[in-house]
């Protein structure tokens, strides 16, 4: 139980990031990648506006694309308005270039359709094919493959980081690897925009800690940049990606969720 609880907060911190990711592509998406969380069922729900009696020409426009890209259809007219309603709504305040939406009900699809684009410029609507960027969502993958190396007895998530891997901030080394799982090292964040990974940490790593490690949470990359250098110190025949494919993908049938090569 308590790898959950270390699992928890990169879990939640990712979901928050999904709504915004925009697409990258076709390809079959896994079902668990497209069904609703319940978080994120509330936020639909919390996104819904009551419907009007007209509806601008924007709206119009985006509700038809749903229509005509509608691949599985099974609701009543008033349900499916409700639901147009919501994707309206959500792709507007969210500022979502193309979302792809699929409803169970009793493990049966009883709607599935894709609205907007799947890219800028483009005027390809998303289906059930379409391969969408993940982006952070894949820290719970890096987080898996980290729980994955705690299994097979290779690495142990109470001892610190410098036990096993080299740190720019010599600081960084004395934090244990289940803080960096958590986010709780207080290791700024150095965003994705600032160069390579391996420059993102080096910046941070001149940088004092926000807090004390351990004492609260704050979400940061460099965390998760480097549990993913830890993952290929720990697996050097295999590197990062393979390990993940191999132990955290494709035993959860993502057979067609994999990375982009930048």
């Known amino acids: 139980m308590k790898e959950w609880r270390v699992l928890l907060p990169a879990l939640l911190a990712a979901l928050s990031l999904c709504g915004a990711e925009r697409s990258d592509g076709e390809g ?25 009696p007209t509806m601008d020409k924007s709206s119009m426009d985006r509700h038809s694309a749903i229509e005509q890209k509608a691949t599985k259809n099974t609701l009543s007219q008033s349900t499916k308005q409700k639901v147009d309603n919501i ?22 699809t009883i709607y ?83 160069g390579s990974y391996k420059q993102v940490i080096a910046n941070a790593a001149t940088a004092k800690l926000d807090f004390e490690p351990g004492s609260q949470y704050e979400y940061s990359n460099v ?12 697996s050097p025949q295999k590197g990062f990606m393979d390990y ?4 955290v993908l494709a035993p959860f049938g993502m057979t067609n969720t994999g990375f982009l090569h930048f």
């Open 28 to 52: 079959r998406t896994p079902l668990a990648l497209r069904q609703a969380s319940p978080t994120q069922a509330r936020t639909h729900r919390r996104a819904r506006r009551a419907p009007g």
């Open 87 to 108: 994707i309206d709504q959500f792709m507007s305040d969210n500022q979502i270039l193309g979302i792809e939406i699929s409803i169970q009900k009793n493990g049966k």
């Open 112 to 194: 599935e359709c894709g609205c907007g684009t799947i890219e800028k410029g483009s005027k390809v609507l998303p289906g059930p094919n379409t391969r969408f960027q993940i982006d952070s969502l894949t820290k719970v993958f890096t987080a898996f493959a980290v729980l994955r190396l705690s299994g097979e007895g290779r690495v142990d998530i109470d001892q610190n980081m410098g036990k096993y891997i080299s740190l720019p901030n010599k600081k960084w080394e004395s934090i244990p690897i289940r803080q960096y799982l958590g986010m709780v090292t207080g290791i700024p964040d150095g965003g994705t925009t600032t």
């Open 223 to 234: 965390n998760y940049f480097i549990l993913g250098d830890l993952v290929t110190a720990m």
């Open 244 to 247: 993940t494919k191999e132990k």
